[in-house]
């Protein structure tokens, strides 16, 4: 026994220092392991993931390193829908504005709808991604600048849409890629804090929680299309990567985060749910993305719902919310049993719903006209079909939206100040008495909204809704505290 010890311990001593301490470092591991199990077995058996995540601390007591701290953090996030009529954009149209990029939130949640014209073409044959990939490259433009096309290759600009902006027949795939994976990162599909605990027994390797990106890891398309999880941390004159984007015939929503905060992203999925004609095609429905930040979980909704102005259609709108709020399902992509990432849109701490939800004013056209006339929005507020509808508790019930001091941002004359219902030369089958058409609400506590506003851009007969926030996120770190950039 001694000699074995003895010949033992004469290799360690030939190895070298780090190689020791590695060896050293795994039986050590090992053996917290099997001590950790061990204690694990004798209490038996653990039925809920805080009874788990509270024996883990525990019985990691003497290992420092291994410590959770906790705390609630504020992030801004700035989100925005625009109904742009089907008008596909040109490469001088900024953004900057829409965006309030001087603000610098945290987050963007940007949903559009109709960004293509909702034919039969596109809504039963093939959708055509191009304007969304047009619009993608103007939001990059407004957040980070003119793209660097020397370090891009294969992209070459096209002077018939803004020079530098976009590309010769610009494919939505591949703007994706390029603004998602310049460095070729990607961001892990589980972050959860026993998921992470388990590959670091199965790798001895003790990893913060933080630790999020594999850095010669990159998805392929069939992932990048089904599980939107690449992301990119790219060079140092971004300050804002693309998380995901997803198109669903004329609605389009893109992700956006400080390049920084990207990485603290996980368990990305997407879900579309069709409630256009016949109740499954879409034309009509909504995307929505469930996603977690830190230990805490975000869904967010860009949705069309069923337009009309006739009485009784805003019972369709109610029962496409409902429709929606009970078949969105997020597919599972977690594999620790524990886990608590939710699959209903409901179950998400923070929510934020917005889009063109279609409901109109219940007044005559005259008598909307004269109170759009003398500006009385509380009065004209009061006939809103959303707002008597929510009162009732036939729709959103539990949701909440900040009041409205701006006037209706539907129906105007395409790049005009006038409403429809003004006087404007039309047919009467395309007269539309004004109306909040668009709208932004949100579920869940630590949500505080800061501004709710309408931006004057007259692309389209819709003017876009903005609206900012300031969330609370539970923010866990392994041993020490670390400090997060934001505002």
């Known amino acids: 026994m001694n000699n074995e010890f003895e010949d033992r311990h004469g290799v360690s001593d030939m190895m070298p220092n780090n190689q020791q301490r590695k060896k050293q470092s795994f039986i050590w591991k090992v053996l917290t392991m099997r001590e950790r199990n061990g204690r694990t077995m004798e209490r038996g058996t653990i039925d809920s993931h805080e009874a788990l995540s509270n024996s883990s601390i525990q019985n990691q007591g003497s290992v420092p390193s291994m410590s959770s701290c906790e705390e609630i953090q504020n992030f801004s996030v700035f989100a925005a829908t625009w109904n742009v009529g089907g008008q596909c954009p040109s490469g001088n149209l900024d953004l900057s504005d829409f965006l309030q990029v001087r603000n610098e939130p945290d987050m963007y949640v940007l949903g559009f709808q109709e960004i293509v014209p909702l034919n039969a073409g596109n809504v039963l044959v093939l959708e055509d991604n191009e304007p969304a990939a047009k619009w993608l490259a103007l939001i990059n433009q407004s957040l980070n600048g003119p793209l ?28 994706k890629k390029t603004f998602k994976k310049l460095n070729g990162k990607r961001l892990k599909s589980c972050n959860c804090v ?7 027994a199965m790798d001895f390797c003790f990893r913060c929680q933080e630790s999020n990106l594999s850095l010669d890891d990159s998805s392929t398309e069939e992932e990048d299309d089904n599980f939107p999880i690449s992301v990119a941390l790219a060079t140092n004159q971004m300050k804002y990567s693309l998380v995901t984007c997803k198109q669903m015939v004329g609605i389009f929503v893109s992700v956006w985060m400080k390049k920084e905060l990207v990485q603290y992203v996980g368990h990305l ?36 719902l069923a337009s009309g102005e006739k009485e009784g259609d805003e019972l369709r709108r109610n029962l496409d919310v409902i429709e929606i709020l009970k078949n969105t399902q997020f597919p599972k992509i977690c594999k620790t049993q524990y886990s608590r990432m939710p699959d209903k849109i409901l179950d998400h701490d923070r929510i934020i719903w917005f889009g063109d939800l279609n409901y109109r004013i ?11 006339e003398m500006k009385d929005w509380p009065a004209l507020f009061n006939k809103d079909q959303l707002k008597m509808e929510r009162e009732a508790g036939r729709v959103f019930k539990g949701w909440k939206e900040g009041k409205i001091y701006f006037a209706p941002t539907y129906k105007y004359a395409f790049n005009s100040d006038t409403y429809y219902a003004e006087g404007v030369k039309v047919s009467k089958n395309k007269r539309r008495t004004p109306a909040w058409c668009d709208r932004i609400l949100w579920h869940g506590r630590g949500i505080q909204q800061l501004s709710y506003v309408r931006k004057e851009f007259k692309f389209s007969d819709h ?25």
């Open 362 to 372: 219940s007044l005559s056209r005259d008598d909307a006209k004269r109170l759009v």
């Open 269 to 304: 999925r997407i879900s579309c749910t069709s409630r256009g004609i016949m109740g499954c095609l879409g034309n009509k429905g909504c995307i929505s993305v469930s996603m977690s930040f830190y230990q805490t979980s975000f869904c967010f909704i860009c949705s069309h």
């Open 194 to 200: 026993l998921e992470m605990e388990r590959k670091a």
């Open 148 to 175: 660097d096309f020397t370090s891009n290759k294969g992209l070459k600009p096209t002077a018939s849409f803004g020079g530098s902006l976009f590309f010769q027949k610009p494919s939505l795939k591949k703007i």
């Open 463 to 487: 003017r876009p809704v903005c609206a900012t926030f300031l969330v609370e996120v539970e923010v866990m770190f392994r041993g020490q505290k670390k400090k997060v950039l934001m505002n």
